[in-house]
């Protein structure tokens, strides 16, 4: 009879781990040779606000909106001092990327273009700079950052400590401008 109890016990525990351990899968090796997307190769001398139109619905290769890409994402857009520029999403020297309207396009792949390619009048190219995996964990968050991201696949906390609810149940919030940010 403990037998009996002893063998339930165990294999209700192996069931409970090994669902416990089914996740997202990762692929954390960098590809070798990052090849570039065919859309993302642009003479620099015609970029214009709006850019060539790209399909909305085309998912671009290696880019994915799930909670660990956003998660990593953010750590990206730390690490990479993007915040520097585009503070925490709020917009300081560079743009404002709380909002799901942007000069030059709110798609996944038009912003891996923005940040891989570089933007006329202050955004650098970081292509070179960050590798491919990176670019598109960058992409997912700052998709994330306009509202663009559906709030289920949002990270339920984020890496750094503070008193902020998590992403996934905070409110879209207009972006504000740098001037009113520095008046007393």
């Known amino acids: 009879m403990i037998a009996r109890v002893l063998i339930g016990t165990l ?8 669902l416990s351990l089914m996740r997202v899968e990762r692929d954390f090796a960098p590809k070798p040779g990052r090849p570039s997307p065919p859309e993302a190769s642009v003479a620099l001398g015609t970029l214009k606000p709006g ?3 790209l399909p909305t619905t085309m998912q671009p290769p290696g880019y994915r909106e ?11 857009y730390e690490n990479f001092n993007c915040v520097g520029c585009h503070q925490h ?3 300081g020297i560079g743009p404002a990327l709380m909002d799901d309207e942007w000069i030059y396009g709110s798609s ?13 009048n202050g955004m650098p190219a970081f ?14 968050y700052v998709r994330a950052l306009g509202g663009l991201v559906p709030s289920v696949r949002l990270p339920a906390r984020t890496d ?9 149940l905070q409110e879209r919030q207009a972006p ?3 001037s009113s940010q520095s008046e007393p």
Do not use: C, F
């Open 11 to 18: 294999l209700i525990a192996v069931v409970a781990l090994s």
């Open 51 to 53: 850019g060539d139109a």
């Open 66 to 76: 799930d909670a660990a890409s956003v998660s990593n994402g953010q750590s990206a």
């Open 89 to 91: 999403g709020g917009g």
């Open 108 to 120: 996944a792949m038009e912003i891996y273009r923005s940040i891989s390619e570089g933007r006329p």
């Open 127 to 140: 292509r070179e700079k960050i590798p491919e995996t990176q670019l598109w964990q960058l992409v997912s």
């Open 160 to 168: 750094h400590l503070q008193a902020a609810p998590p992403m996934s």
């Open 176 to 178: 504000t401008s740098s």
